[in-house]
Structure formats: C-alpha cells, structure tokens
C-alpha cells in the first residue's frame, strides 16, 4: 500500500531553516508528481510545493516562493523540502502526498514545523 513517511520537522527561530524529507513505497514512485501540503489545526489544508515525475518542473504556492525549494531522488524514493527564511506563517503540519494531493487518507502522519522566537 502507499507510504509516505515525513520527516525532519522541528522547532526553529525565525530566519532560520529546515529541510524536511519525505519517503516513498508502495507505489511507482517515479510515475508520480509529489506535493508538499501543510495544515494549522483548525483549518482546511494549503498547498505547498510540487514537483513533476522527473523533477524538472516545480511549482510554489505564492507564500513559499523564493524561500522552499523542493527536489527529489528517483533513486532512493525520496522528495525533499528545502525551507530558508522560515517565518512565523510556516508553522504548521507538514505532509507529502503524490497527485492528486487532496486524498488525505494517503497522507502520512506529517511533520510538525514550529517557527517561534
């Protein structure tokens, strides 16, 4: 079955940074374009990042570009989230999802990114 597993998540001063990863099985990995989606409890999920099957093309939403970057291994089923200049605005849940990213029961459990002085 799909497995992703979120990681590298934490605490972190504004202005700082993060790189979370995302671990992929279960599935063909490298057929599939992987998006980044956070959520704040209490509210509906936003849309982050995402990146095409081979990595050439990704896309941000408008509050992350500039500062997220993200990129994969086809190799070693990983997908990763470059985070610079975290702002208080970032802190949330943040999850992988293959496409199309709005099937949550796919979602793995996430990974918490607080961003605090």
């Known amino acids: 079955q799909v497995q992703l597993v979120e990681s590298g998540g934490g605490m972190v001063q504004p202005g700082g940074s993060l790189r979370l990863s995302c671990v992929a099985s279960?599935?063909?990995?490298?057929?599939?374009?992987i998006n980044w989606v956070r959520q704040v409890p209490g509210k509906g999920p936003e849309w982050v990042s995402r990146?095409?099957?081979?990595?050439?093309?990704?896309e941000y939403s408008d509050s992350v570009k500039g500062r997220f970057t993200v990129s994969r291994d086809n190799v070693k089923h990983i997908v990763y989230l470059q985070m610079n200049n975290l702002k208080p605005e970032d802190t949330a849940r943040y999850y992988c999802?293959?496409?199309?990213?709005?099937?949550?029961?796919?979602w793995g459990q996430g990974t918490q990114v607080t961003v605090s002085s």
């Open positions: 999802a293959r496409d199309p990213y709005n099937d949550s029961s796919e």
């Open positions: 279960g599935f063909a990995f490298g057929h599939y374009g």
């Open positions: 990146i095409s099957t081979g990595g050439g093309k990704t």
